[in-house]
């Protein structure tokens, strides 16, 4: 069965500190991966997503996050966090040509200022 | 966890026709939903912003006419894409929030 796993349902950092979320898949086929962040009080938004070429791709706010086919993981990773990134993560995938996007469960950031 | 119910989760209708799509959530009030639109290849795209007991928030793009959304109780909102033509047909997903967002899981509407 198709699944995306999130490893970290919470997590806490102290601002400028570095962030890695990962995100595992299981799907028999190819896939596009996405990332997406929700603010409090605001609906969900595209950080960043994958269908091909360099496994290392970027998003909007100096997030980044690497394709590692080889361990099905997408995970995210920003070098420095801030306080506004505070904000719930959710890890999705697709398959390649096809409609239905299977989410993970989401990992929650809380930053300290 | 809260548990977000999508239904159906796959139809196919023939163009002209109307589809309803349903989002419950099971186990929560939900007094905001959220209904995404995702075409192939792309991430998903928000069409509206449901809110119980009153009209819904529709993106900018988003024909209201075409999209009718209704969301009479706590616990459902409904998508109901009228008239339905072929590039209608897409994937459509509700979520829920109750102290965090819920995804329902889906629904893939081909029309021909």
């Known amino acids: 069965a198709q699944s995306v796993s999130q490893h970290n349902h919470h997590v806490i950092l102290s601002e400028a500190a570095s962030l890695e979320l990962g995100c595992n898949y299981s799907?028999?086929?190819?896939?596009?991966l996405f990332w997406y962040v929700q603010y409090p009080g605001q609906h969900l938004q595209l950080l960043l997503k994958y269908f091909s070429g360099d496994p290392l791709v970027k998003g909007i706010k100096g997030f980044e996050a690497e394709f590692i086919k080889s361990k099905f993981s997408f995970n995210l990773r920003k070098p420095s966090v801030q306080w506004s990134d505070t904000a719930e993560y959710f890890c999705a995938v697709t398959p390649t040509g096809g409609f239905k996007t299977i989410f993970g469960a989401g990992t929650r950031l809380f930053v300290k200022a | 966890g809260a548990v977000v119910s999508q239904h159906p989760s796959w139809v196919i209708c023939k163009s002209g026709t109307s589809v309803k799509i349903e989002c419950r959530s099971l186990?929560?009030?939900?007094?905001?939903m959220f209904w995404y639109r995702q075409f192939p290849k792309q991430s998903l795209m928000l069409m509206a912003t449901?809110?119980?007991?009153?009209?819904?928030?529709?993106e900018q793009g988003v024909e209201k006419d075409k999209f009718l959304i209704n969301h009479a109780s706590l616990t459902l909102s409904t998508l109901t894409v009228t008239s339905a033509h072929p590039e209608d047909s897409s994937f459509y997903i509700c979520?829920?929030?109750?102290?965090?967002?819920?995804f329902g899981s889906g629904t893939q509407l081909s029309v021909l």
């Open positions: 799907y028999g086929g190819t896939v596009n």
């Open positions: 449901s809110n119980e007991g009153s009209k819904a928030t529709y």
């Open positions: 186990d929560f009030q939900a007094t905001t």
């Open positions: 979520s829920a929030y109750n102290e965090k967002l819920f």
